[in-house]
Nanobody
Framework: QVQLMESGGGLVQPGGSLRLSCEAA????????LGWYRQAPGKQLEEVAT???????NYADSVKGRFTIGRAIGTKTVTLQMDSLKPDDTAVYSC?????????????????WGQGIEVTVSS
């Protein structure tokens, strides 16, 4: 069983910074990709930033130049550095890991999600 543990959310003033971290625990054979998603009240889930196993990175247009996704090589941790935060960034942020796990004698790709962490940007 794979579990994701998120940390780092909270309340910050506009223009401030927060750093989210997500660590995976469990029997992972390999990681295919990692990402951060968010859902604001009354809105759909939005992809914020993703990083593939090869290091390819994508950002939502709304966060480009302000957010930075990171992963330390050889770890099961993904981070999201959020700078110049705006009230529109207020949401519940969740990390996602797509990983290959062994199930019985088979290796399968599975998606795992964190429990979600609140980020509130307000003065």
């Amino acid at each position: 069983q794979v579990q994701l543990m998120e940390s780092g959310g909270g309340l910050v003033q506009p223009g401030g910074s927060l750093r989210l971290s997500c660590e995976a625990a469990g029997n992972i054979f390999s990681i295919i990709g990692l990402g951060w998603y968010r859902q604001a009240p009354g809105k759909q889930l939005e992809e914020v930033a993703t990083i593939s196993s090869s290091g390819s990175i994508n950002y939502a247009d709304s966060v480009k130049g302000r957010f930075t996704i990171g992963r330390a090589i050889g770890t099961k941790t993904v981070t999201l550095q959020m700078d110049s935060l705006k009230p529109d960034d207020t949401a519940v942020y969740s990390c996602n890991i797509r990983a290959v796990v062994k199930e019985g004698s088979q290796y399968r790709a599975r998606d795992y999600w964190g429990q979600g962490i609140e980020v509130t940007v307000s003065s």
